[in-house]
């Protein structure tokens, strides 16, 4: 069932238990569903030795839920797993101010992954890749008897690419690229699979050496994308104007344009709202991290993934197209019982329609440091918000957290030192 509204009043306010009924009203999550969330354990130790190697135990982290998002006219609550305070808070703010304006407008390339096929020791690779390209149909067609649920589901090998190189030592080199459907899987195991059954035809029609059969993580064949617009008057505060927040928004975005330096933090802040979606369904995040920063280089320098400017109103508007590869299907996706419950909060029907989420909770969490990077500095949120964390690590339990925390923002000092100094005073006192 479709989430009714995703704006919910006081959704931060209110404890775990209480969030989590209104949560579960809201995207209509059974009993069981509900349970499971606030279960220590929900990934059982049997499962979790099945998933990796030598396991010992398991290692929680934070599910939280960013409120207000509109994708494509559609409610939307997301599930964001992630260590770091204010990622979920700023997501929920941006997505909030998009809402005025319609939310987030996404589209997405179909599921395409690359499988790269090495060949090596060709003597003559002009004339070995005519040959391959002259084989096309049997590649495609070889790829494809792997993989009938994928053929069934209307997915598979479409077409190849050769690739030429010449190596300093080792000579030229060809690369077979395999470019397959996956349909609803992330892919990696399915092209894998291709890559290395039409290797040995690859040898036979080139006369050389098979390396490496491996999927390309550069997925620039699978973009999601998505746009936001923000009313200037939507980004006033009490000490801003929102005309001036555009232009200092757009001043900062320049910097990540051209300046590496700076594009690496910019565009750690997109993966600050892209990464958390990822491992809360059970994706693999070292994959869609790795597509993103070599997407982020395609023109020669590494630069800003999104792109933020002024229309003819004079509002803000800003875009986000990069490389996602994610999966309803294979990986941990059906496995983790927790990643099977955040797919069914984001209630997607399509790989293509997750992405797409993904990529507006992306462009939300990079406006959202934009925001307040560019006006009041990023400590003041970001800082406010940490300030619990380093409660906790100084030792307060129960109400001793809220009240070491409104002290230690009240005096614009977060530290350790000062929150074990602030218990000592107060348990002292009483
Ligand atoms: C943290 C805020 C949102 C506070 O901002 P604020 O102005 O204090 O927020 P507010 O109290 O006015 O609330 C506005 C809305 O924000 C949300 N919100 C606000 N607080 C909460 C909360 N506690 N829990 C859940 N939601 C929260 C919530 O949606 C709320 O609306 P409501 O629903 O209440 O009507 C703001 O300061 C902010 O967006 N800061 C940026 C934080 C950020 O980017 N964090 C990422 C970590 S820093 C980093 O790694 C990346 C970076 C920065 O280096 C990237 C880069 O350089 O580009
Ligand atoms: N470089 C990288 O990024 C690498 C990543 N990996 C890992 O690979 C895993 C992902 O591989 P992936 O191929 O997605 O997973 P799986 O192989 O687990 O799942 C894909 C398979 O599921 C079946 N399937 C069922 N329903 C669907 C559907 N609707 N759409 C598509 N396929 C469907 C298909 O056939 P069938 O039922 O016949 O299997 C398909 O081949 C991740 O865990 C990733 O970490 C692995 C190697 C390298």
Known sequence: MATTDSRIPNFRSVPPAERLVK?????????????????????????????????????????????????????????????EPSVVAAASYMAKLARATGGFRTSS????????????????????????????????????????????????????????????????????????????AMGANTVNTMAESVAPLVEQLTGGRVRLRILSNLADLRLARAQVTIRAGDLTSADYDGAEVVERIIEAYTLAVIDPYRAATHNKGIMNGIDPVVVATGNDWRAVEAGA??????????????????????????????????????????????????LAILNVGSAQELAEVAVAVGLAQNL??????????????????????IALLAGAQGDEVDWVVGVMVAEKDVRTDRAEALLEQKRLQE
Not at 141 to 147: G, M
Not at 323 to 331: D, F, Q, T
Not at 373 to 388: D, F, K, N, V, W
């Open 23 to 83: 949560l579960g009203e809201r995207a209509a999550l059974s009993l069981e569903q509900m349970a499971l969330l606030q279960t220590p354990g929900a990934l059982p130790l049997a499962l979790a030795d099945g998933m990796i190697e030598n396991v010992v135990g398991t290692f929680e982290l934070p599910f939280g839920v960013a409120a207000n998002f509109v994708v494509n006219g559609r409610d939307v609550l997301v599930p964001m797993v992630v260590e």
């Open 109 to 184: 390339t179909p599921p395409m992954m690359r499988a790269q096929v090495q060949v090596l020791g060709v003597a003559d690779p002009d004339n070995a890749r005519l040959t391959l390209l002259r084989h096309r149909d049997d590649i495609i067609e070889l790829a494809n008897r792997k993989d009938q649920v994928l053929n069934r589901l209307g997915g598979g090998c479409r077409d190849i690419e050769i690739h030429r190189f010449n190596d300093p030592v080792r000579g030229g080199m060809l690369v077979l690229h395999l470019l397959v459907d996956v349909r609803d």
């Open 293 to 342: 920063h070599v997407y982020a280089c395609r023109h020669g320098q590494y630069t800003s993934l999104t792109t933020w400017e002024k229309n003819a109103d004079g509002d803000l508007v800003g875009t986000l197209e990069m490389p996602l590869a994610m999966g309803l299907v294979g990986g941990a996706t059906k496995t983790h019982p927790l990643a099977r419950l955040a």
């Open 368 to 389: 959202g440091a934009l925001r307040a990077l560019a006006t009041e500095g990023i400590q003041r949120g970001h800082m406010s918000l940490h300030a619990r964390n």
